[in-house]
């Protein structure tokens, strides 16, 4: 069956230190992956998408990578502050029509001062 | 200055009840989208229409209508309501089909 999975439902991390989340997928073959930022009672926040023949992509301390070996994405974020305390959501499209996003269930991180 | 909104930002109903929830956006985009987020945060397409015509229909029970009036608009329209209903559910919409998605700030549902 195809799956999303981001491996951690929360993480911890001290400010300054380099906060990496994982989002792994099966049985899938996406035209394109996304990182969308959540903050509680909001909707989610676009913040990079990364095509299935890209291997990296930077924005600010923001730094995605894909692995289409691997079937995974590692989302970073460097110099990581209190303010970037939120949940990240993986979504990936598959290649073909109209077909949806597809969210994995996100990760929980917080930045400890 | 909102570029995507949706009306009540709070229901709470009874079973049985139906509801509306409405959803605009002044983006100019073309696509528009309903999803649900239940309690454990998984974040599900249900409906997305481009040019007010129906492109993506995802397993939703007919209880669930949306209805586009015009391109800007993608209302909901829920009926019987059921205690599973209960959820957050966002309304977003993208420039294309296959564009990054915009969301609005979500309506929060609950059945009793």
């Known amino acids: 069956s195809q799956k999303i999975e981001q491996n951690s439902e929360a993480l911890n991390i001290q400010e300054g230190k380099t906060a990496t989340l994982t989002c792994n997928y099966t049985n899938y073959s996406p035209a394109y992956l996304q990182w969308y930022r959540q903050d509680p009672g909001r909707g989610p926040v676009f913040l990079l998408l990364?095509?299935?023949?890209?291997k990296e992509k930077r924005k600010e301390r923001l730094k995605v990578t894909f692995d289409t070996t691997l079937k995974q994405s590692l989302f970073h974020i460097t110099a990581s502050q209190p303010a970037d305390s939120a949940t990240y959501l993986c979504a990936l499209r598959k290649r073909a029509g109209n077909t949806p996003l597809v969210f994995g269930k996100g990760t929980r991180l917080s930045v400890i001062a | 200055d909102t570029a995507v909104s949706q009306t009540p930002k709070y229901l709470v109903t009874q079973m049985g009840n139906d509801k509306s929830i409405k959803c605009e956006q002044n983006l100019g985009h073309d696509t528009m989208y309903w999803y649900k987020q239940d309690s454990k945060k998984f974040l599900k397409i249900m409906f997305s229409?481009?040019?007010?015509?129906?492109?993506i229909n995802e397993t939703v029970p007919n209880r669930f209508s949306p209805k586009s009036p015009d391109k800007a608009h993608l209302n909901l329209h829920i009926n019987s309501l059921e205690l599973g209903d209960s959820a957050v559910y966002f309304c977003a919409s993208s420039l294309h089909p296959q564009e990054t998605q915009y969301f609005g700030p979500g309506t929060r549902l609950l059945v009793l």
């Open positions: 229409y481009n040019n007010k015509e129906l492109i």
């Open positions: 990364i095509r299935e023949n890209e």
